[in-house]
Nanobody, 122 residues
Framework: QVQLVESGGGLVQPGGSLRLSCAAS????????MGWYRQAPGKQRELVAR???????NYADSVKGRFTVSGDNAKNTVYLQMDSLKPEDTAVYYC????????????????WGQGTQVTVSS
């Protein structure tokens, strides 16, 4: 059983900062990439930022220069540092892990966290 556990969401004023964390646990897996998606009310889920095991990153245009994604391969953890937050960043943020599995489940599999609310408001 693989689990992604997120933390770090909350309420922050415009211009403020938050840091999200997501840790993967379980057995018989190797992580190819981890990332963050978000979904605002009435909108589709969208990619925010992603990092590969080798350290390559990509970002949504709307967050470039404000958000930074990083990872700790030894801890199977991905972080999202969010600075200069805007009200339009308000959404539920979901952690995603692209994994290769072996053992009882074999192959490339996507996993999702439960989501953490980020609200930017004065």
């Amino acid at each position: 059983q693989v689990q992604l556990v997120e933390s770090g969401g909350g309420l922050v004023q415009p211009g403020g900062s938050l840091r999200l964390s997501c840790a993967a646990s379980g057995r018989d897996f190797s992580i190819n990439a981890m990332g963050w998606y978000r979904q605002a009310p009435g909108k589709q889920r969208e990619l925010v930022a992603r990092i590969t095991r080798g350290g390559s990153t990509n970002y949504a245009d709307s967050v470039k220069g404000r958000f930074t994604v990083s990872g700790d391969n030894a801890k199977n953890t991905v972080y999202l540092q969010m600075d200069s937050l805007k009200p339009e960043d308000t959404a539920v943020y979901y952690c995603n892990a692209d994994m290769t599995r072996w053992g009882r489940t074999v192959g490339r599999v996507d996993y999702w966290g439960q989501g953490t609310q980020v609200t930017v408001s004065s």
